[in-house]
C-alpha cells in the first residue's frame, strides 16, 4: 500500500491551492463562502500536514495581519469544521485541514509521535469493524474518531 501523501516529501503550496478550490467551490454550492479569516484559516491548515492548536492558528493569523481575538480563530475552525474542511484531532486538541471535504467520512488519524506529522486515510474497513462491534452489544455508533500514533517513514528511518 502507498505511503499517505502527508508523509511524502512534496510541494505544500499544490496541498493549499487544491484545497483552497475545493473549498471555494463546495461553499458556492452551499450558497456559502469564505470570509477573509476563514480563508487565512484554511490557508494556515492547508499549508502543513500537522494539527495546530487554535492558539498555533490565532498566532498564525496575527503575523497575517488579522487582530489578536481568540474568539475571531475558534470561530473560523468552528466553520470549518462545521462544513467539513478541517478536522478536530482530539488527542492533540488540534485542528487539521480535511483531505477529501467532499465526502461525509469518519477517517482514521495518523499521528506521527516524532514530529507531529499527521495523515488522514480512508477508514471505512475500521469503521464497518466498529459498527459490527457495536451491534453485537445493541449499540448504535453516530459518530467516531480514530486516532492512530506511531511513527511517520522520516521519524522511524531516524
Known amino acids: 500500500m502507498p505511503q499517505p501523501k502527508a508523509f511524502d516529501p512534496h510541494d ?18 452551499r450558497n456559502l463562502r469564505l470570509t477573509p479569516v476563514r480563508r487565512q484559516t484554511l490557508e494556515i491548515l492547508l499549508a502543513d500536514h500537522r494539527a495546530l492548536g487554535a492558539y498555533d492558528v490565532l498566532e498564525r493569523l496575527v503575523n497575517a495581519g488579522f487582530a489578536n481575538q481568540p474568539p475571531v480563530a475558534y470561530r473560523a475552525l468552528e466553520f470549518l469544521v462545521d462544513q467539513g474542511f478541517a478536522h478536530k484531532i482530539r488527542r492533540l486538541n488540534a485542528f487539521a485541514a480535511c483531505t477529501h471535504p467532499e465526502t461525509d467520512h469518519a477517517p482514521v488519524f495518523l ?3 516524532g514530529c507531529n506529522a499527521l495523515a488522514e486515510t480512508p477508514a471505512a474497513e475500521v469503521r464497518a469493524a466498529l459498527d459490527a462491534a457495536a451491534r453485537a452489544l ?13 511513527l511517520c517513514p522520516a521519524c522511524e528511518a531516524a
Open 111 to 113: 499521528i506521527c509521535r
Open 138 to 150: 445493541g449499540f448504535t455508533v453516530e459518530r467516531s474518531s480514530v486516532e492512530a500514533i506511531g
Open 12 to 29: 505544500h503550496s499544490q496541498c493549499t491551492a487544491e484545497g483552497l478550490a475545493r473549498a471555494e467551490a463546495l461553499l458556492a454550492a
